[in-house]
């Protein structure tokens, strides 16, 4: 018998979890693979990190490289320096990497270098917009990566235009699509609405934390008195990101903004909130692919999307950051203007297993 398939799995912030859960459950429930998880340590509050991984049933990272928080260049840096001598000793057939976050580019340079190759998942999305610091993570991940598993049309698109090998593009769906259909019935069970006093379909969710929305006082405010403006109409739930609990901090000069806030949710409280909101106002990319699939209104809050089947097939509008906007398109929701909308192409549960598929067949010799 040939020895295991070794990956080594890596996720760092709050967004990464939900995706590599899929994929943990996937390549542990077969046989043929041994995975190591590393947790960069990138997000380390238990509301962003520890309870995701209680919710979400993965079991403890194999090691935590203890990262935490920095500008860009110190969590970039610190996050390859630690996973180098890890991966070294490991020495497993591939690195598995998801999203865009800072861990994803940077484990994946470090595992390029040293011969392994890399399996990037939620590859090929691209905003055009260089100023995120996603979009930098998403095309230097991509470049370096020997497998790019696709969510969407738009990703493969992109990576033929930047003249990736066809051979080397996989449209397998969403894993966080696999872990969402899977702790729906779970999450609708929470007692979530009645703790935060909410009545089903009567309430709006809002995520923020964007650097480009909170970051700048003045576009803060502005965003906040318009959003006060749609809680006098319908209340506002707002789960604050550290970053913007900064931000807010800072902007707002210490006035609470008059929306209803709370902590971070865990993951089955939030899936929760959104799929039984009437609405939600984002500025995350996974939010809008979660509402497409829960059939709920989403309004994106900045100017461009990496995720455009969420426009053209799901239920997402991107309305900007021009408060008149954002009433506007809130009010037209309200009033019942919704388009029917339908799920994207593979969104069905089953990316986890594909990907597995394919890395058994093009590893599977190797081993
Ligand atoms: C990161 C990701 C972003 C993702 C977001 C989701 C990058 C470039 N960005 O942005 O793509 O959408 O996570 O959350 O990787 N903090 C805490 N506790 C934590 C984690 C962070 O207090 O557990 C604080 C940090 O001190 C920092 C701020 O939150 O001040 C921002 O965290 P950081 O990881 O730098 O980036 P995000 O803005 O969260």
Known sequence: M?????ILAVAGARPNFMKIAALLRELRARERFEVFLVHTGQHYDSAMSESFFAELGIAAPDANLGVG????AEMTAEVLRRVEPLLAAQQPDALLVVGDVNSTIAAALAAVKLGIPVAHVEAGLRSFDRRMPEEINRVLTDAI????FVTEPSGEENLRREGVDAR???LVGNVMIDTLLHHLEEARKRDTLSRLGLVRGRYAVLTLHRPSNVDDPARLRGLFEVLEALH???PVVFPVHPRTQAAIERGLEGRRPGLRLTEPLGYLDFLRLMADARLVLTDSGGIQEETTVLGVPCLTLR???????TVSQGTNRIVGTDPATILAEARKILSGDAEP???PERWDGRAAARIADVLERDLGGRA
Request: proline share 7%.
């Open 2 to 6: 040939s020895r295991p398939i070794r």
């Open 341 to 343: 909308a339908g799920i």
């Open 303 to 309: 100017e461009n999307t990496e995720r455009p089947v």
């Open 232 to 234: 006098e109409e319908i």
């Open 168 to 170: 080397r593009i996989h």
């Open 145 to 148: 990566s020997e497998w790019l």
């Open 69 to 72: 928080s920095g500008s860009h």
